[in-house]
C-alpha cells in the first residue's frame, strides 16, 4: 500500500513538473514612467529639523529636496536616465549639516494604500550613508526621515545620534 501513494504521489508530482514549465514566460518590463516615480517627481521646498536626542536639543534649517529620474552610469561610463517604474533618485540640498555622506542617493518607489508615494533605502551603505525612508502625500507634502551617529571624541568614543526630518510642499 505504501508503494502504491509513492507512485501516485511521484505521478503527481512529475505531472506539475512538466505542465508547469512553459518556455514562452517573459520576464515583464519596468513599464512606462506612469506609477509612482512619476507623481513623486519635482522639487519640495520646506524645513530640515535635526534633534539631537542626546540632549534633546533641535535645530531647523529652511531646505529643499528633489526627486529625480534615476540616474546612473553605465559599463561604458556614459550616464544613463532611466524611466523606472520602481526608482528615483533623491537629492538634498548641501547648504545645512543634516549629516550625509553625500547629497544624493537612489531609492526604491511604490504607491500606497492611501495613493501617496513611499520611498526607501535600507542600505546604509547607499551614498547618503544612513537608511532613510519617505512618503509624498497626494496633496505634494515630502515627509524624508532617517537616523544618523556621529562618533566625536578620541577614537569616535563618544556617539551621538541625532534623529533627521524634511517635510516640504511640491514646487
Known amino acids: 500500500m505504501k508503494a502504491l501513494y509513492k507512485t501516485l504521489l511521484l505521478c ?4 506539475f513538473v512538466l505542465i508547469g514549465c512553459d518556455d514562452s514566460t517573459e520576464i515583464p518590463s519596468s513599464g512606462p514612467l506612469d506609477h509612482a516615480e512619476e507623481l513623486a517627481l519635482g522639487t519640495y521646498v520646506g524645513e530640515w529639523t535635526i534633534l539631537n536626542t542626546t ?3 533641535s535645530v531647523i534649517y529652511p531646505g529643499t529636496v528633489s526627486l529625480d529620474p534615476y540616474t546612473y552610469i ?3 561610463d556614459v550616464e544613463v536616465t532611466e524611466h523606472n517604474a520602481n526608482r528615483v533618485n533623491v537629492t538634498v540640498d548641501g ?10 542617493s537612489a531609492c526604491n518607489t511604490q504607491l500606497n494604500s492611501a495613493k501617496g508615494i513611499t520611498f526607501w533605502n535600507l542600505t546604509s551603505s547607499n551614498p547618503f550613508g544612513v537608511t532613510y525612508w519617505g512618503k509624498v502625500s497626494t496633496t505634494g507634502n515630502l515627509i524624508l526621515k532617517y537616523e544618523a551617529l556621529v562618533r566625536t571624541g578620541r577614537g569616535g568614543k563618544n556617539i551621538t545620534k541625532y534623529s ?5 510642499d511640491k514646487q
Open 12 to 15: 503527481v508530482s512529475l505531472s
Open 55 to 57: 540632549d534633546s536639543t
Open 74 to 76: 553605465n559599463k561604458e
Open 95 to 104: 547648504n545645512a549639516d543634516i549629516y550625509l555622506e553625500s547629497n544624493e
Open 164 to 168: 533627521c526630518s524634511f517635510s516640504g
